[in-house]
DNA sequence: CTAGTATATCTAATATACAAGTTAAAGAAT
DNA sequence: ATTCTTTAACTTGTATATTAGATATACTAG
């Protein structure tokens, strides 16, 4: 090992003084210059909510390195990140796995999104100016357009787009941060259960009676409202559940018994 | 670059079937087998949050790899993924350094953990077997022990313990997690603050009024004691971004204005 | 002395090489 | 045929080497 490293830089070049940020000024990340490890991530993350590798499918790092064209480095990076969001599991030495759904997990998310996003809606409420207000006609304006195309893909990015919006307008874009990990679950659900007729036009009728409230700056309506547009999942889980048994895992996890 | 990689082991060994998870076996992950790179990010961790390395403290790889003796590559998962949770800030090519923190998560912060636990709490009260309020009060008493001795750093862990607790007792282990990462930030504020006279006696009789009101079978009241017991943090944080200044950082985040 | 430029040296990002462990298939023994 | 053993190929974990960008210092011109 480097057991005796010895470093004779001690006395090299003057360095930073402690506790200077980067640089004084600030930095704009440019949007364009993503790294490949992020690349991979976001590849590897559409791979897996679009279904094309179902829960249960073998990854390989080298193999999907070579398919990119990069080293092993970038897609382990994206692989081990997916691992801490519940997306994929790595079994050292043996393999890596796209990861079951966790049944408990989705009335769990469900729970999560419902308390998180009444919060955001009840700040949107309480903080929204009327451009933004504006914005969020602006956007279920954009739903309609989308669901009369019937393009579902792109109505579910105007969806999410309409929350994290609220979130914004809320004042509260972590929260929104801390729905969207939760949501991955619940996303990969959703691409499991077929569509229903009106399914659409009901999101829109909720997300407006959202906006309702909150243009009317009523706190409790558009938390209650939150609270019904969120409430819709749950019912049918066990009947998807059964359609594929193998995509889910059961978790009543010991080691929770043995906490207790 | 590797363009024209060619992969003749097309019809190599019999890969395992396709949707075949590690092995049918369940697999417990034993415990003493860290990996390396989980090891260094505990140990990055536990100095960033006891500000042995402070907020804008400069983070060199190669110089924790030698001090560690281990290579770049476990150090630099573990730098990976402390960014992604926010605690530090790597300039690609340039440095990392531990973030600052930044001041507007610190009342989000305190108001998910409000939404998440109040929930938890309200399960807990649904949920609780006898034997789980009683370990309820287990935990109840061992605070009162280390607030006897006056170990500041124990009676920390075990007011964690309560919550997770909690949060298990409750059926909702998921949201806890998310707690947990939205405290990092929070837990770095709690260093800076002095220890006030009475504090532990106070979060003591507040997780009581908890444990009451779960014994009882009172969601609401459950609910209530958590909002009030999670409410403390906010009035003095002001004081304490006076004391440090270069610790925290204003976000005002130019892109969210963009976004609307 | 100041402003601008060059360059040496730091950094993290990526690529490659090696080590340690697992597993499936082939072969041997019953 | 069946079960055990062996073994080779494949896996991820870790180490090292290379690449490319950023920055502070040294240097040059005014």
Not at 243 to 253: Q, T
């Amino acid at each position: 090992m480097t057991e005796t490293v010895q470093r004779p830089k001690e006395a090299r070049r003057k360095k930073r003084a402690p506790n200077t940020p980067p640089t004084a000024q600030v930095r704009f990340p440019v949007g364009g210059a993503k790294t490949l490890a992020e690349v991979q991530y976001q590849r590897l993350l559409d791979r897996i909510t679009t279904m094309e590798l179902p829960p249960g499918a073998a990854i390989s790092e080298p193999d999907l390195a070579s398919e990119a064209g990069v080293s092993r480095t970038p897609v382990r990076e994206a692989v081990q990140r997916l691992a801490r969001e519940g997306l994929v599991e790595v079994v050292p030495k043996s393999g890596t796995f796209v990861a079951r759904i966790p049944v408990s997990a989705l009335p769990e998310a469900v729970i999560a999104r419902r308390a998180l996003e009444c919060m955001t809606a009840r700040a949107a409420a309480q903080f929204a100016t009327r451009s933004q207000v504006l914005s969020l006609r602006a956007v279920l304006e954009e739903h309609s357009e989308l669901a009369e195309i019937g393009d579902r893909e792109k109505f579910h990015k105007s969806d999410e787009k309409f929350h994290e919006l609220v979130a914004t307008v809320g004042r509260l874009p972590g929260l929104w941060r801390l729905v969207q990990q939760v949501k991955l679950q619940l996303d990969r659900f959703r691409r499991l259960t077929l569509p229903e007729a009106g399914r659409l036009q009901l999101i829109i009728k909720e997300h407006t009676a959202v906006v309702d409230a909150i243009q009317a700056r009523d706190p409790d309506a558009a938390g209650a409202a939150v609270e019904k547009h969120l409430s819709g999942l749950q019912l049918h889980i066990e009947t998807v559940v059964a359609a594929h048994p193998d995509y889910f895992i059961y978790d009543a996890d010991p080691t929770d018994l043995l906490k207790i």
